[in-house]
């Protein structure tokens, strides 16, 4: 069992990028998936969650204030594997972002928060130069 982030770099402010999160060896179908973020001295926070695809929650989705309208999280079902897409990135998005799985209920996708994730990937670095 293994969950992979990939599609971390360097890039401008006002730049883009694509976090990919895949899953080995089980199917993120049934989880909650999650992105959270964590910068050099700070606490990881949530940056955006999305429900699993089977409960009644199907596609629902959380987004810190800070990246609201600027990022979005979605699925590719048949790669098993969750996107982030980053647009208009800001300095303030430099952090090492890791990718979880969570229970696939109401709460874990609302609060979107670390201590409600079960398994952790490896992180991937952003940085973004202003």
């Known amino acids: 069992v293994q969950l992979q982030a990939s599609g971390g770099g360097l890039v401008q402010s006002g730049g883009s990028l694509r976090l990919s999160c895949a899953g080995t060896?089980?199917?993120?179908?049934?989880?909650?998936i999650g992105w959270f973020r964590q910068a050099p001295g700070k606490e990881r926070e949530g940056v955006s969650c999305i429900s699993n695809n089977i409960s009644r929650s199907d596609g629902e989705t959380y987004y810190a204030d800070s990246v609201k309208g600027r990022f979005t999280i979605s699925r590719d079902n048949a790669k098993n594997t969750v996107y982030l897409q980053m647009n208009s990135l800001k300095a303030e998005d430099t952090a090492v972002y890791y990718c979880?799985?969570?229970?696939?209920?109401?709460?874990?996708?609302?609060?979107?928060?670390?201590?409600?994730?079960?398994?952790w990937g490896k992180g991937t670095q952003v940085t973004v130069s202003s």
């Open positions: 060896g089980f199917t993120l179908d049934y989880y909650t």
């Open positions: 979880a799985i969570g229970p696939p209920n109401y709460r874990t996708v609302r609060t979107c928060a670390y201590y409600t994730m079960d398994y």
